[in-house]
């Protein structure tokens, strides 16, 4: 085939997927089948596409037996946490209280940090440029909550590379690591000296991927809050704009989760999380977004919680900056639900 058959066959299979997935509020009107009459309702319509989703970033069996963790004191109010969930396999968190606070019941943010970043930039000892965590973590515990900050797997290369082999059992990374987040809240309410009724998880970037990913699942999350990653999805994944990035021409194969989008925008998955709180976050000058496809994206995932007269537990924080955490409105979102 010449080569310019070959461009041209490329194009029409790319304009051709695109338009399928663009047919997405077809594929959403299939598939959502959504009572609000009463929250009770809500969840039992909602439960086939829970489990759907629950289908779609599974784990591995191999990680679902025996856990040890060791707790190793790096000061008085800090530790890190080891994981062992088989014979190969190790992962991290730190784990910050409130100084001067001895208690047993503190209520605890999980929080998740992005591409490029650590546990320590969460926690203030170090930071990204330009600055997108502003030491979030720390100045929690100075507000008397505890901290667990997971490490997550926090390249392109790296997540690319694990993806694939994930893909290669019926998983991807995204499902690994929910997995090992779900085994890390297990020790954390059995183990920790938390409040097993006041846990929230607050992510930035891909960290606020994995809060809309996890608390659909699980829930012993009572909160969220997801900063610099809601988004129109469809445009998001495949439709190139100078208003935003598109995911679709980056290295972040690992952004594509198969499935994703049969019948989970972003929306979608506040449907999944509702009637808990949730607090989305979006910079002005954050190029991963555009506001007004952002704000519109927002108001269509308002209509559950609008028509259980649930509206102020569902919250969009429009602010002045930029990829980054806004703490203020975090901190006062916190403080009112957990």
């Not at 699942?217 to 900063?227: H, N």
Request: hydrophobic share 40%; charged share 20%; glycine share 6%.
């Amino acid at each position: 085939m010449p080569y310019n058959l070959h461009q041209k066959l490329e194009r029409h299979w790319e304009a051709t997927l695109r338009e399928i997935i663009c047919a997405y509020p077809a594929r959403r009107a299939n598939n959502w089948h959504c009572r609000h009459d009463a929250p009770a309702a809500f969840l039992q319509s909602v439960e086939p596409n829970r489990k759907q989703w629950a289908n779609l970033v599974s784990g591995l069996p191999e990680f679902s037996g025996e856990m040890q963790v060791d707790m190793h004191a790096i000061t008085a109010t800090r530790h890190r946490l080891t994981l062992r969930l088989n014979s190969a396999l190790q992962t991290h968190a730190l784990f910050q209280t409130p100084a001067h606070a001895s208690r047993t019941d503190f209520p605890l943010v999980v929080c998740l940090h992005g591409i490029g970043g650590s546990p320590e930039m969460i926690l203030g000892d170090d930071e990204s440029t330009p600055p997108s965590y502003h030491a979030y973590g720390r100045r929690l515990t100075e507000h008397g909550f505890a901290v667990l900050a997971p490490y997550l797997v926090n390249n392109f290369a790296g997540r690319g590379r694990l993806h694939r082999m994930a893909l290669l059992l019926g998983t991807t990374i995204w499902g690994l690591e929910i997995q090992l987040l779900q085994r890390l809240l297990d020790f954390a309410v059995a183990e920790l000296p938390i409040d097993a009724r006041r846990v929230a998880m607050w992510g930035l970037s891909m960290g606020g991927a994995y809060t809309m990913y996890t608390l659909p699942l699980e829930p012993r999350f009572a909160a969220g809050i997801v900063s610099a990653w809601f988004n129109q999805r469809v445009r998001k994944m495949i439709i190139e704009d100078s208003h935003y990035t598109c995911f679709l021409p980056t290295a972040e194969e690992h952004a594509f989760l198969p499935g994703l989008l049969t019948q989970f925008s972003d929306q979608d998955l506040l449907a999944l999380i509702c009637p808990r709180p949730l607090l989305i976050q979006t910079g002005e000058r954050d190029s991963v977004s555009w506001p007004p496809l952002v704000k519109e994206e927002f108001e269509a995932g308002r209509t559950p919680y609008d028509r259980l007269h649930l509206s102020e537990r569902l919250q969009w924080h429009l602010h002045h900056g930029g990829h980054e955490i806004a703490f203020e409105s975090g901190l006062d979102f916190l403080k009112k639900w957990l």
